[in-house]
């Protein structure tokens, strides 16, 4: 173990040349990262999930509730015992060959059991009030650590000049504040990374998880090897869009058609300049090309900007699907009212079609209704839960 630990804190993989560990080693006249001031992060993780548990129950749900957003879930399907077990042992989507013998055997028509097993499925979704909860709640964080990052980065000479992360560097002092900043934005990230087994579960599960842990990993490799003050810009960029997001959820689910419409357009335009534009121009610029003139690449350089180039493709991903939804929703404003039962797919639908109105267009059991509650909506309202980004970065 001794030995693994030498090999992957060898100091030619982390640091520039001719600097070591016990250069960086904090003082009483100097302090610098370490490494083991990140083991804080998972008990902190811990305790932001304890408070987004109270805050969720206390302060989202009574806010939800004066909303009158409904506390109830989807339609529940009549229990039966033959396809119950056939949902829970065998299969969630019958093909056609099983939907007929379930039909003979039950003596049911093929649409009746399709219907059953949308309802099915829908009934392990939760309900609206608690997406509006878990919105709310990172709405409230992302807020928080937002307005904290600017105060803190309008102070800063490296945020007019990116080149001030790279001078003196890595002998740069951690202020108190920073260190609060970067402890805290990992925490929160370790706390998504496990809450995210038990929230909403939609399909790009595995993406969101890639990017928690592209995430975690940036944030830490920054902090090991000081590279802090890059990582201070990085997150602030990307927090300035999940506020926007999680406000646009929330409107959503509040059945507040033009704020959400609103909320949702500055979203996206916020979202693809900082990504697309903002991003690439600014930061990849800096850590690509500054630190090369100024610092020069050893390993860890590269490995950390490779970190930075996977979450760009993770923004070319997102921002894909957002210009999807928004063409989509454009589309259907020009007609005017429109019924989201007329769409064939969401990209991340949670509640699939449960209405008997759907057996009158043709329908797979991969059609989804875009609407979160199942009723329909204009504009972009019915779109929103297909944003492809959340929380959040």
């Known amino acids: 173990m001794a030995g693994i630990l030498v090999w992957f804190w060898n100091e030619r993989f982390w640091l520039p040349h001719n600097v070591t560990w016990a250069d960086l080693k904090s003082t009483e006249e100097s302090t610098f990262p370490q490494a083991e001031d ?5 008990p902190l993780a811990f305790c932001i999930f304890c408070i987004r548990l109270l805050f969720e129950r206390f302060i989202a749900k009574p806010c939800a509730l004066a909303l009158k957003i409904q506390a109830s879930g989807p339609q529940k399907a009549q229990y039966n015992a033959i396809l119950e077990k056939v949902f829970t042992s065998i299969t969630k989507h019958p093909d056609e060959k099983r939907l007929d013998g379930l039909s003979k055997q039950l003596d049911w028509d093929v649409r009746n059991i399709q219907r059953w097993f949308r309802q099915r499925r829908n009934q392990e979704k939760p309900s609206t009030l608690t997406r509006f ?6 709405f409230t964080f992302n807020l928080y650590i937002f307005t904290y990052g600017v105060r803190y980065l309008k102070k800063t000479p ?14 740069q002092q951690l202020t108190p504040d920073l260190h609060y900043y970067y402890v805290v934005e990992l925490s929160f990230y370790w706390s998504l990374m496990f809450s995210q087994f038990t929230d909403i579960k939609r399909k790009d599960f595995g993406i969101m998880f890639l990017h928690h842990l592209g995430t975690i990993s940036l944030i830490t490799f920054s902090y090991v090897n000081n590279m802090v003050r890059v990582g201070t810009l990085v997150m602030g960029l990307h927090d300035m869009a999940d506020v926007l997001l999680e406000a646009a959820k929330m409107a959503n689910y509040s059945k507040c058609q033009k704020l959400c419409d609103l909320l949702f357009a500055l979203f996206a335009l916020v979202f693809l ?15 690509l090309f500054e630190s090369w003139e100024i610092v020069g690449p050893y390993p860890s350089w590269w490995v950390f900007n490779l970190l930075l180039l996977l979450l760009q493709s993770l923004h070319l991903f997102w921002s894909y ?3 999807k939804i928004a063409c989509k929703a454009i589309c259907k404003c ?18 699939e079609s449960s209405s008997d109105e759907d057996d009158s267009v043709s329908w797979t059991k991969h059609s989804q209704n875009p609407s979160s509650n199942g009723t329909s909506s204009n504009g972009m309202n019915g779109y929103l839960m297909g944003a492809a980004v959340s929380e959040e970065h």
């Not at 990140?38 to 998972?42: D, G, H, R």
């Not at 909860?133 to 990172?138: A, F, I, R, V, Y």
């Not at 300049?273 to 850590?287: D, M, Y």
């Not at 020009?334 to 509640?351: A, E, Q, T, Y």
């Open 158 to 171: 490296w945020l007019w000049n990116t080149r001030q992360c790279w001078y003196n560097y890595p002998y």
């Open 133 to 138: 909860c878990e919105s709310m709640w990172k």
């Open 273 to 287: 300049i900082a990504r697309l534009g903002v991003f690439p121009l600014w930061i990849l610029n800096t850590t």
């Open 334 to 351: 020009k007609i005017g009212k429109w019924n989201p039962l007329h769409v064939s797919k969401d990209d991340r639908s949670d509640i």
């Open 38 to 42: 990140l083991y804080l992060a998972i």
């Open 321 to 323: 699907l957002i210009i």
